[in-house]
């Protein structure tokens, strides 16, 4: 076959596809076309408002935005699109919320070290696994030791963590510890020994049937006053504690759908075999039920790290608060537009990559032939 | 559920006040000092009055008493801690001891001061409802708004005191309700309604914001009393005197005409009242338990009362605020600090 065939018919598959799909009738050509425009039109106002008429560090005279009166669009109004220069002056307070900023190679460090922490339990193709999962395993120590500080290193309050860190630190451990937590419990509510059962089915069905926001507003508000005079535990921790609690409850749920899905004959084979209970769960029923629970997990994963944003309330500084903080500073105050649209692009990167990573892990694990 | 939420949420108050009762034997002073630092809860951010600038650094008139607290304890105004609290947690975050006060755009109520176990110990500023309109409309007073649309924040007091300001005055007006500051700014500056309503303090802050700040003009009529100041817990008194009496220092500080620009000149006054405010005439630190020149600190590091106002909120700020019923009693506002003797 030459050359010219294959693109003809590679053409003819393009232009098949097309025809097929969207100009099969005429009503599919009208619709097609109005939503092209449609497309065409919002695609450019926002780009044009995003990029070509965008203020990025420096206004159309060339000069340094220091605030929001340097903007283009407020010395020329309805010429220029977006001031990103906000998004420039905060970007440390952004990434570290009020961290002291000699102190913030220390963050930096530490988000350079996370994508390594996680990779080992993302990914089993790699090589050198086995220490990569170790490293897991010391990173939260050695965070913790990084971020908060001790013997070497100054301490840092985490009334002054904010932003990113604040938002993937809730995130990140909120998930870390709610995983283990959950598949006992979704274990537990299937156990047949009934305090065991009973437990688990309370303490799910009790965080479940409470908004979260209620779970963070308790554990800011009452917390400290049953504890005696003078224990605070800390403000973040405590959020953390809510979070991880509400976490773990829909995580059971979600791992206890895929221990349903798992057919009785399975454990009774591994049973016949002589495995343990808690052999026929680590070998048989779990890497099963996990598989199929994907979906469901990554979810509440992707829920929770949105939701983490909620911490605003108690007066705690995660991403969205931050950008808050910094529209209230009159230098900059009214460029809303700018810091929602730069907060809303960082939440979608780590959701967006969540879930194209289940999608990856779905496909890896397809072992049947449907 | 509101009916749920709002026992939820006086069962937390309960417990919290009762605990908080229960629990203060310690001194506050004794307390901030063994720390160290002060925690002084703060706004989350609202412009003026208490927000982190680009460098981190808190700054505005609530948060100058929090400093100004802390230079009188520690001599060194930047010994304080910020908690940023909303408006929902403020009260318990003062009641469990998680902050030493609370000087957060907080209106002083009988309810607040009596029955939430808080204690008020002055005003640094006083609010109150006012109107915004258009310049291009002519108005010049409230009373000529009949008839007119206003945009108002719903479930909020100022939505009670608009509909008695108007009742009260025979006109009629027709409501735009929205739920939030920004949606407001949006709904007014698109012209959906003739008038802004809430906090003066607020309108003026929104105005700032607007493309042509020029074209909008706050009306002279305030129809609310909203007397914003700091409050700590009940029952230790001594604590609020250092409190109320730093906050009296930067007003009675603008009073006797000392800055931070000259408040060491001023040491070598010939006015009594001058020197015993600087502690040139030792013994009034004693009293509060600071020490003599603690009110030196506060009008040196942190400014007058003036000084703060005009830094932070004043006419040659983008949110550009008369002083008004702010200004000093023999100025022809109603800031008026007990004499320092």
């Keep these: ?370 | 559920m509101t009916k749920i939420k709002s026992l939820f949420i006086s069962l937390v108050l309960t417990l919290g006040v009762s605990i908080a009762i229960a629990g203060s034997h310690g001194s506050t002073h004794d307390l901030v000092k063994e720390r160290g630092k002060l925690m002084c809860g703060s706004n989350t951010g609202l412009a003026g009055f208490g927000a982190p600038n680009d460098a981190g650094v808190w700054e505005g008139i609530d948060v100058d008493v929090c400093r100004a607290v802390a230079a009188a304890v520690f001599g060194d105004a930047s010994k304080v801690e910020y908690v940023p609290t909303t408006s929902k947690v403020r009260f318990t975050v003062l009641q469990s001891g998680e902050i030493d006060m609370l000087s957060r755009n907080t209106t002083w109520t009988l309810s607040r001061d009596v029955d939430l176990g808080l204690e008020f110990v002055g005003v640094n500023y006083y609010d109150g409802q006012g109107f915004m309109v258009n310049k291009s409309l002519g108005v010049s007073s409230a009373m000529e708004l009949d008839g007119a649309s206003v945009c108002i924040q719903v479930g909020t007091t100022t939505e009670m005191n608009l509909a008695d300001f108007f009742k009260a005055n025979g006109m009629s007006y027709e409501s735009v309700p929205v739920e939030t500051n920004s949606e407001a700014d949006a709904a007014y500056t698109a012209g959906r309604c003739d008038v802004y309503t809430t906090d003066a303090s607020g309108l003026y802050a929104s105005r700032a914001g607007y493309p042509d700040p020029s074209a909008h003009v706050v009306l002279p009529e305030i129809v609310s009393k909203e007397p914003l100041g700091p409050a700590v817990r009940h029952g230790d008194s001594e604590w609020a005197d250092i409190v109320r009496w730093s906050l009296n220092a930067m007003i009675i500080g603008e009073e006797l005409g000392i800055t931070s620009a000259n408040v060491d000149e001023m040491k070598s006054s010939k006015n009594p009242e001058v020197l015993r405010l600087l502690g040139v005439d030792a013994g009034y630190g004693a009293m509060l338990g600071l020490s003599d020149d603690w009110a030196y600190n506060i009008l040196s590091q942190v400014g007058n009362y003036s000084e703060s106002f005009e830094k932070h909120i004043g006419p040659n700020t983008p949110i550009n605020i008369q002083r008004g019923l702010n200004a000093l009693y023999k100025d022809g506002g109603i800031l008026y600090a007990p004499p320092f003797r």
């Excluded at chain 1, 996680?118 to 999962?133: E, S, T």
């Excluded at chain 1, 303490?203 to 049937?209: A, L, P, S």
Aim: net charge positive; charged share 15%; proline share 4%.
């Design chain 1, 1 to 370: 076959m030459s050359s010219t065939t294959i693109e003809i018919i590679s053409r003819s598959k393009y232009y098949n596809w097309l025809v097929k799909n969207l100009f099969s009738s005429w009503v599919n050509t009208i619709l097609t076309v109005i939503a092209l425009i449609f497309v065409y039109q919002v695609g450019s106002f926002f780009l044009n408002w995003a990029i070509f008429d965008a203020d990025f560090r420096y206004n159309f005279q060339g000069e340094l935005i220091i605030d929001r009166g340097f903007c283009s669009k407020n010395i020329m109004p309805g010429e220029y699109g977006a001031c990103w220069a906000i998004i420039f002056a905060r970007w440390n307070q952004f990434m570290y919320g009020l961290y002291p900023i000699e102190e913030a190679w220390r963050v930096n460090l530490i988000y350079a070290l996370l994508p390594l922490a996680i990779i080992g339990i993302l990914f089993d193709k790699i090589p050198f696994r086995r220490y990569f999962i170790y490293f897991t395993f010391i990173f939260p120590f050695l965070a913790y030791f990084m971020l908060y500080g001790g013997p070497g290193l100054s301490v840092v309050g985490t009334n002054k963590w904010g932003g990113l860190l604040v938002t993937l630190f809730l995130g990140v451990t909120g998930i870390g510890l709610a995983f283990p937590l959950s598949i006992l419990l979704a274990l537990g509510r299937r156990s047949k020994m009934p305090i065991i059962k009973s437990l688990c089915v309370v303490f799910i069905e009790f965080i479940r049937g409470v908004p979260l926001i209620t779970l963070l507003f308790t554990a800011n508000v009452m917390l400290p006053l049953f504890l005696p005079d003078g224990v605070n535990p800390d403000n973040l921790l405590r959020a953390l504690v809510a979070v991880t609690l509400f976490q773990s409850a829909y995580m059971a749920e979600a791992i206890r759908g895929g221990l349903q899905a798992i057919p009785r004959g399975q454990v009774e084979a591994a049973q016949s075999l002589g495995l343990s209970y808690w052999q026929t769960t680590r070998k048989i029923v779990l890497p099963q039920a996990l598989k199929i629970a994907i979906p469901p997990i990554v979810n509440t994963c992707i829920g929770l790290f949105k939701d983490t944003s909620l911490v605003l309330i108690i007066g705690l500084f995660d991403l969205l608060g931050i950008g808050r903080a910094a529209l209230a500073d009159m230098t900059w105050t009214k460029l809303y537009y700018e810091v929602y649209v730069f907060i809303s692009l960082v939440f979608f990167i780590f959701c967006f990559g969540m879930s194209r990573y289940s999608l990856y892990l779905e496909k890896k694990l397809k072992t049947d032939n449907s």
